[in-house]
């Protein structure tokens, strides 16, 4: 297997580096301790079409790469943690449409996402199921050719920022026993009764919304349901699967941030005439 990037990858990897360095690296601090999202770095990725990496041209993005996605996550997270998380849930909100969806729920949902012009958002977790994603109690009834919704979720990334929403709800009978049937729904955050509640009080990545979210009688058209009736559990396993690379590589670039920084300020800071870099005990911490 041949692990060496091909010359787009490297391009793009350039591309993120040198636009982060410029533009988000300043703006990271400042983000951090606001604890607001930074909308200016959303459309500055849109701009230089970041947030469509994630897609194939037919959908209007420029890779549809997973390698090329968590290359480009991995260069932002060097620089902005918070601002990596804009194209990782973007790609994340938007893969259960990918797998699971239409052509026609690709060709409605898809080129809008690519362009930046919204935003996406995956919504699995609920107050008392998480791990556990079978003990979720969102439930979803069929009336006609339209499914009402009624629940909650929590700690959903993006949740208040996001025009496009994924969320998992179950459609069996049954609400008090461990769900037998989860399926997968389109909804959009005009739709009325979706309602966003609390954002979470965070240590770190402040400036991503980790949002609760609201379904009272939300009339959801039966053609945004992605997949058949009682898939989603599937999906929503298939679909993390698929992140968990993402996962891995802000964690890296976050690690391989913090260490040019120590290097940088192990070099410019002096004591006892100079560089504390030349220290033994700052080398071995380093190496």
């Given at each position: 297997m041949d692990f060496q990037l091909n010359d787009e990858q490297r391009q793009i990897q350039e591309m993120v580096h040198d636009l982060c360095l410029e533009r988000v690296e300043p703006r990271a601090p400042e983000i951090d301790e606001s604890g607001e999202f930074p909308w200016d770095i959303k459309d500055l990725f849109a701009k230089h079409d970041i947030l469509?990496?994630?897609?194939?041209?037919?959908?209007?993005?420029?890779?549809?790469?997973?390698?090329?996605?968590i290359i480009a996550v991995e260069e932002i997270s060097k620089f902005c943690v918070t601002s990596s998380l804009i194209l990782s849930v973007q790609s994340l909100g938007s893969l259960p449409i990918w797998l699971s969806g239409t052509e026609s729920q690709k060709r409605k949902y898809l080129p809008p996402l690519a362009r930046g012009e919204q935003l996406a958002a995956y919504a699995l977790t609920e107050p008392g199921s998480g791990s556990d994603a079978g003990g979720m109690r969102t439930r979803a009834i069929k009336h006609g050719d339209t499914y009402v919704l009624n629940g909650s979720k929590t700690?959903?990334?993006?949740?208040?920022?996001?025009?496009?929403?994924?969320?998992?709800?179950?459609?069996?009978?049954?609400?008090?026993?461990?769900?037998?049937?989860?399926?997968?729904?389109?909804?959009?955050?005009?739709?009325?009764?979706f309602k966003v509640g609390k954002l979470e009080r965070k240590l770190g990545i402040r400036g991503s919304p980790t949002a609760q979210l609201f379904f009272e009688d939300v009339a959801v058209p039966a053609a945004n349901r992605l997949g058949d009736e009682g898939?989603?559990?599937?999906?929503?396993?298939?679909?993390?699967?698929?992140?968990?690379?993402?996962i891995a590589a802000q964690a890296l670039g976050l690690a391989e941030g913090a260490f040019d920084l120590a290097r940088r300020y192990a070099r410019d800071r002096r004591q006892f005439g100079k560089p504390i870099a030349e220290f033994q005990g700052i080398q071995f911490m380093l190496a």
């Amino acid at each position: 297997m041949d692990f060496q990037l091909n010359d787009e990858q490297r391009q793009i990897q350039e591309m993120v580096h040198d636009l982060c360095l410029e533009r988000v690296e300043p703006r990271a601090p400042e983000i951090d301790e606001s604890g607001e999202f930074p909308w200016d770095i959303k459309d500055l990725f849109a701009k230089h079409d970041i947030l469509a990496i994630p897609f194939t041209p037919e959908y209007g993005g420029v890779s549809g790469s997973a390698l090329t996605l968590i290359i480009a996550v991995e260069e932002i997270s060097k620089f902005c943690v918070t601002s990596s998380l804009i194209l990782s849930v973007q790609s994340l909100g938007s893969l259960p449409i990918w797998l699971s969806g239409t052509e026609s729920q690709k060709r409605k949902y898809l080129p809008p996402l690519a362009r930046g012009e919204q935003l996406a958002a995956y919504a699995l977790t609920e107050p008392g199921s998480g791990s556990d994603a079978g003990g979720m109690r969102t439930r979803a009834i069929k009336h006609g050719d339209t499914y009402v919704l009624n629940g909650s979720k929590t700690f959903i990334t993006g949740g208040s920022v996001a025009d496009t929403l994924v969320v998992f709800a179950r459609t069996d009978q049954d609400g008090d026993t461990p769900a037998k049937n989860i399926s997968a729904f389109i909804v959009e955050k005009t739709m009325p009764g979706f309602k966003v509640g609390k954002l979470e009080r965070k240590l770190g990545i402040r400036g991503s919304p980790t949002a609760q979210l609201f379904f009272e009688d939300v009339a959801v058209p039966a053609a945004n349901r992605l997949g058949d009736e009682g898939q989603g559990f599937k999906l929503a396993m298939r679909v993390l699967d698929h992140s968990r690379p993402g996962i891995a590589a802000q964690a890296l670039g976050l690690a391989e941030g913090a260490f040019d920084l120590a290097r940088r300020y192990a070099r410019d800071r002096r004591q006892f005439g100079k560089p504390i870099a030349e220290f033994q005990g700052i080398q071995f911490m380093l190496a």
